[in-house]
């Protein structure tokens, strides 16, 4: 069968610069990323050098201020670096996203202070973060959260747990939402936790379907003290720091999908124009031409759909409604795509010989994290619609 290698995305960036940033991103994908994925996923093994690469040539913090460093990037071009490392290895393009998550609340609600203090590292020290806001009893109902910052002096004293949390255990710094008030949202604030704060500890890995190489797990807080410097804008206001958040790493997710999606699509075209039955390419049958099709163009409209909504970001205008609908279609289109790909390549598709069933087990956590797609319509909707009649807090 003979190889057909996967051809560039055709990308319109704004400047030479991103040019050179998605030519750097695409090298590291190709030597350093893809060729060790499939061994180090089905081991369960984190690629802590890869992140520790990714800081050294400043791709960890590229839609951040370089005064801190970061990139300077505006989201359209991070997007589309996050696509092209995703798609080398999903564990890698979503710790990023996370990394850039986690970064946020510091990088937007942090005073001058702390941002000299603290970001520098997170952004281009090497540094991995992780984002705290879901809880064992609060997943989509996020406001409900349970674990408590109690003032003593000038420090905060946490209790609780954390569940769900990418990097949970190795990050090197925790962004954690922790109750401060009264119930409901405006009863929470926002704190910078180093990983290595007496009290913090991180449990066993979740055993998860697929991305392996990417730990997943609760992170426990007993009585971990931090002093009042490292809470991040006002008292009270973590759960709309939290939710800010969110609306950009809808994006870091949705890119994500794309990047999964197209290295199924590129392995199915792959397999398709070399596989021969009845003496000629499978490709050339019109039911799995018209797949062929059908996935390129949903992967392209996701494509634009994000980067529609990086664009408005960019421009300082409101894009909460866009990250929700980029997120919603592009995970679903990974989730079919990888389907189909694995339909395209027959039995072949369903062993561990072609990367096609990992991308598949790996697409359908795209559709749960950060918000559930039921998540996403119902955000859509209030949207278009308004908030819902019964809707309380």
Known sequence: MPDRAPQPVDRQLPTDEARDLISLARDIAQREIAPRAAEEEDAGHFPREI????????????????????????????????????????????GVSVHSLSCHALANYGTKQQQVEHLSAM??????????????????????????????????????????????????????????????PRGISAFLVPGDAAGLSGAAPEKKMGMKGSPTAQVHFDGVRVPDERRIG?????????????????????????????????????????????????????????MLADMATQIEAGRALYLAAARLRDAGRPFAKQAAMAKLHCTDTAMKATIDAVQVLGGYGYTADFPVERFM??????????????IQRMVIARHLAGPEAHRVG
């Open 51 to 94: 992140f520790t690469l990714l800081s050294r040539s400043g791709l960890l913090g590229l839609p951040y201020d370089s005064e801190y460093g970061g990139g300077d990037q505006p989201y359209e071009v991070y997007l589309q670096v996050l696509e092209e490392l995703a798609a080398a290895r999903l564990t890698v393009g979503l």
């Open 123 to 184: 952004l281009g020290g090497g540094l991995l973060g992780a984002y705290c806001l879901s809880e064992p009893s609060s997943g989509s109902d996020a406001a409900s959260l349970r674990t408590k910052a109690v003032r003593d002096g000038d420090e905060w004293v946490i209790d609780g747990t954390k569940a769900w949390i990418t990097h949970g255990g190795i990050a090197d710094f925790y962004t954690v939402m922790a109750r401060t008030g009264e119930d409901g």
């Open 234 to 290: 006002e008292e009270g206001q973590g759960f709309a720091i939290a939710l800010s958040a969110l609306d950009s790493g809808r994006l870091g997710i949705a890119a994500c999908a794309i990047g999964l999606a197209q290295a199924a699509l590129d392995e199915a075209l792959a397999y398709a124009t070399g596989r021969q039955q009845f003496g000629r390419p499978i490709s050339d049958f019109q039911g799995l031409r018209f």
């Open 361 to 374: 087990r790996e697409a359908k956590v795209l559709q749960i994290v950060e918000g559930t797609n039921q």
